[in-house]
C-alpha cells in the first residue's frame, strides 16, 4: 500500500504507476529525476492514492494536468522541485492540499488559493 524509498534514483518508473493498491507514493528527498508522467491519473490504476510527495527532488518540467484526475488524492507536496507552469483549474474540483512552496508554479491566474492550496512562494 506504500512506496517509499531512499535509495532511489533515476525517473519515476511507469511500472508504479500499475500498482493498483497504492495508498501513498513518497518519492520526497530521494535522487529522482526528470518529469512527473504526463498522463499519470490514466497510466495505472491509482484510484486509492491519498499521498503523492516528490518534495525535495529533482523532478522537473510542466505540473502534468492529469494530476488533476487522481480523485482520491488528498495531499500533493511538489515543495523544492523545478516544476513549473501552471496549476490546472481542474483541481479546484477535489480536496487535495497542495504544498508548493518552493516551486515555480504559476498560482496567481488559478483562483484557487488559498481555498484548496497551501499557497506557499517562497521565491
Not at 518508473?13 to 501513498?24: D, H, Q, R, W
Not at 529522482?32 to 518540467?61: C, K, M, Q, Y
Not at 488524492?73 to 511538489?78: F, M, P, S, V
Not at 479546484?92 to 492540499?97: A, L
Given at each position: 500500500n506504500y512506496i517509499g524509498c531512499t535509495n532511489l534514483e533515476g525517473i519515476i518508473?511507469?511500472?508504479?504507476?500499475?500498482?493498483?493498491?497504492?495508498?501513498?507514493i513518497n518519492l520526497g528527498s530521494?535522487?529522482?529525476?526528470?518529469?512527473?508522467?504526463?498522463?499519470?491519473?490514466?497510466?495505472?490504476?491509482?484510484?486509492?492514492?491519498?499521498?503523492?510527495?516528490?518534495?525535495?527532488?529533482?523532478?522537473?518540467?510542466d505540473f502534468p494536468p492529469s494530476l488533476a484526475g487522481l480523485y482520491s488524492?488528498?495531499?500533493?507536496?511538489?515543495?523544492?522541485?523545478l516544476i513549473s507552469g501552471y496549476i490546472p483549474t481542474d483541481l479546484?474540483?477535489?480536496?487535495?492540499?497542495v504544498v508548493l512552496d518552493g516551486t515555480f508554479l504559476n498560482t496567481y491566474d488559478t483562483n484557487l488559493c488559498p481555498y484548496i492550496f497551501a499557497c506557499y512562494d517562497s521565491l
Open positions: 518508473p511507469n511500472e508504479l504507476l500499475y500498482l493498483t493498491s497504492l495508498t501513498s530521494t535522487n529522482i529525476a526528470g518529469n512527473i508522467p504526463w498522463d499519470i491519473a490514466s497510466l495505472g490504476n491509482l484510484d486509492n492514492l491519498r499521498l503523492f510527495n516528490v518534495s525535495h527532488t529533482h523532478i522537473e518540467g488524492l488528498t495531499r500533493l507536496d511538489l515543495s523544492y522541485t479546484s474540483n477535489t480536496q487535495t492540499y
